[in-house]
């Protein structure tokens, strides 16, 4: 790898990024050192090529029934999560999500501090941590545990971030999150997870858009089946205005956070790439109503949940549609997890 490379690299998938240190961060250190082999579906392994490592797609190391259990996250998604984590030289910061040990090798290029990071797969913080030995991030420390638990022998912690999907947050994060620290993290909202942050003060607020593998253990969403849907033939689509996939998400954080029937769907035919999904409003035992990219379609739903959901849609746009960190919450305990509750829109 040339410093060319890597530079180019940086300024590419820091694009969107104010802040120099995350910059410099992924200008120091070489990805390359930390993925080797990507996984397909089957769980067959091949090498990496260097084209692979420098492109700012997330990468599979590890599968399991199928589906993946480990990976390098999108750099562009690690990036903003970084910025938006506001870390600052000394900070002292947990990550849950080893993964391949890159984003904490990032964290400790920023704080130059401790870092401690968990992996519930014993393996992954096996690799991670001899990757970490030959970058020479001795700062890093990975530990294999339940990340639920958070890693109460080294707290505390000014900044304590997931890299996993998570159902809510664990009590033990806030015992071991220093009086001004925070929490950014993916939470499950609707069938997504866009990451929240939460400061001590139990105040929660959207941060970024986007998707993860979802934990595993206690800290694994509730409700996640992504069940298939199938639109009658023809559709019944009622036009709503046009979104690209970045307001699309933002549209259907903003349902979820007014309707807690959001779910997502799989849906044939509705998207050009066939691992996208649909924002769906079911009503139980009532049908359901599919939100697409710019239609309404309803599956078995009547005339009211549609006209439920195209005031939702309309109340959205009224209000200048809204971005998730327009969207502000208050946290609350329930089923072993903090939750975020009450959403409201505010400057
Ligand atoms: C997307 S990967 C993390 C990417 C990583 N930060 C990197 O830089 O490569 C998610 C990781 O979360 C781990 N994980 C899943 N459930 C967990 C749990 N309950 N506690 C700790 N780690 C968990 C998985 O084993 C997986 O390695």
């Known amino acids: 790898m040339t410093d060319d490379r890597l530079h180019r690299y940086a300024t590419n998938v820091t694009a969107g990024v104010s802040d120099r240190a995350v910059v410099d961060a992924f200008a120091r250190v070489p990805r390359e050192y930390f993925v080797h082999r ?4 089957d769980g067959r392994a091949t090498a990496v090529t260097p084209e692979q490592v420098y492109t700012d797609e997330a990468l599979v190391t590890r599968v399991s029934d199928g589906r993946p259990s480990s990976s390098s996250s999108q750099p562009s998604l690690m990036a903003d999560m970084l910025e938006k984590l506001r870390l600052r030289p000394g900070h002292r910061v947990l990550e849950v999500g080893t993964g391949t040990g890159y984003n904490a090798a990032l964290i400790a290029a920023i704080t130059g501090a401790p870092v401690v990071t968990v992996d519930v797969q014993p393996d992954v913080v096996a690799d991670a941590t001899a990757a970490l030995a030959r970058v020479g991030a001795d700062s890093v420390t990975a530990v294999n545990a339940d990340g639920y638990l958070g890693a109460p022998d080294h707290g505390p912690f000014d900044r304590i971030i997931a890299t996993v999907g998570i159902g809510g947050v664990p009590p033990a994060w806030f015992d071991q999150l220093a009086p001004d620290g925070m929490i950014l993290a993916p939470i499950e909202h609707g069938g997504i997870q866009p990451c929240l942050t939460v400061t001590p003060d139990l105040a929660g607020r959207g941060a970024v858009r986007s998707g993860f593998m979802l934990a595993a253990g206690a800290l694994h969403p509730r409700a ?8 009658p033939d023809p559709p019944d689509a009622v036009p709503v205005p046009p979104l690209d996939p970045n307001r ?6 903003g349902l979820a956070a007014r309707d807690d029937r959001v779910e997502r769907r799989t849906v044939d035919g509705l998207f050009e790439k066939p691992w996208q999904t649909a924002c769906t409003v079911t009503e139980p035992g009532g049908g359901s109503v599919v939100v697409g ?3 309404l379609y309803p599956v078995g739903a009547d005339a009211g949940l549609m006209t439920q959901v ?3 849609v309309g109340e959205w746009h009224a209000a200048g549609g809204p971005e998730v960190w327009d969207w502000h919450c208050r946290f609350t305990f329930g089923d072993g997890l903090w939750l975020p509750t009450g959403w409201r829109l505010e400057p």
């Not at 996640?224 to 639109?231: H, Q």
């Open 310 to 312: 195209r005031a939702l």
């Open 248 to 253: 699309y998400y933002a549209l259907w954080f």
């Open 293 to 295: 990219l710019d239609a």
């Open 38 to 41: 990507v996984v397909d579906p």
């Open 224 to 231: 996640t089946a992504t069940l298939p849907m199938t639109l």
